[in-house]
């Protein structure tokens, strides 16, 4: 009796965690459609001009930076769109978002002086949860 009440609550807690993560999964799939549906129906050049606007007045960029830091927005921006419009099942839409933000980041701290990197290290969280969907 003991060990079917043991396989019993074994077999509830593998059912538990399976629903779980099916759940987390579902989610985290919601979330990809619906930051898809936003950029494509957001043109991407406004896009840029927002985060330029908000990275500007969040780091105190110079005019040079800004120039740059718009650049770099437009060009990642017409990026985003071309991929949420993809319909390539090969392609994980939540992974090449990643690397897309990563690269930019990157590229993003070539611009920014040593001030303005730790702070865009401390907001760029907060920043890009609330002007991911721009």
């Not at 005019?63 to 392609?91: G, M, T, W």
């Not at 090449?96 to 401390?122: G, R, Y």
């Amino acid at each position: 009796m003991k060990k079917l009440a043991i396989a019993v609550c074994v077999l509830a807690a593998v059912n538990l965690t399976a629903c779980t993560q099916y759940k987390s999964m579902k989610h985290e799939k919601q979330k990809e459609y619906l930051i898809e549906d936003t950029i494509n129906a957001t043109d991407p050049s406004d896009r840029a001009a927002i985060i330029t606007s908000k990275m500007v007045e969040a780091l105190g960029l110079n005019e040079a930076q800004r120039v740059k830091v718009a650049l770099l927005n437009e060009d990642f921006s017409n990026r985003y769109s071309v991929l949420a419009a993809s319909n390539n099942p090969k392609i994980n839409k939540r992974k090449e978002f990643i690397k897309l933000t990563d690269e930019k980041n990157q590229e993003l701290k070539k611009v920014f002086n040593n001030a303005q990197v730790t702070k865009w290290n401390e907001i760029r969280k907060e920043f890009w949860d609330e002007y991911r969907m721009l």
